[in-house]
Nanobody
Framework: VQLVESGGGLVQAGGSLKLACAHS????????VGWFRQVPGKEREGIAC????????YYSEDVKGRFIISNDNLKKTTYLQMNNLSPDDTANYFC????????????????????WGQGTPVTVLS
């Protein structure tokens, strides 16, 4: 399984960015995908995860109401729409995944899955 993130960059506070995670290698549509972020010197934080089969999703309190995770099984891509960004959202954003869509909540709460992308940086300017 390979995961490739894209869409990071510089944005002004209050602005929006949409990250994409292109995944390949899963057989069928039974998997869970999530987004984590990490600031240097801090632990990686699970912020949003989704089931490929039911679209059930989880959001951390820090992003709930501002970020939206979605998954397109046909395009094999998971997105993270980030709105109303603040400098506190500045981090390196990683995509992670695990087989079996029923593990979507565990994916975020247990530190991530078996597969990781290389990360994409997001910088929010004040």
């Amino acid at each position: 399984v390979q995961l490739v993130e894209s869409g990071g960059g510089l944005v002004q506070a209050g602005g929006s960015l949409k990250l994409a995670c292109a995944h390949s290698g899963f057989t069928g549509d039974d998997y869970a995908v999530g987004w984590f972020r990490q600031v240097p010197g801090k632990e990686r934080e699970g912020i949003a995860c989704i089931s490929s089969s039911t679209a059930a999703s989880y959001y951390s309190e820090d992003v709930k109401g501002r970020f939206i995770i979605s998954n397109d099984n046909l395009k094999k891509t998971t997105y993270l729409q980030m709105n109303n960004l603040s400098p506190d959202d500045t981090a390196n954003y990683f995509c992670t995944a695990v087989m079996y869509s029923m593990r979507w909540l565990l994916l975020c709460r247990s530190g991530g899955g078996d597969y990781w992308g290389q990360g994409t940086p997001v910088t929010v300017l004040s």
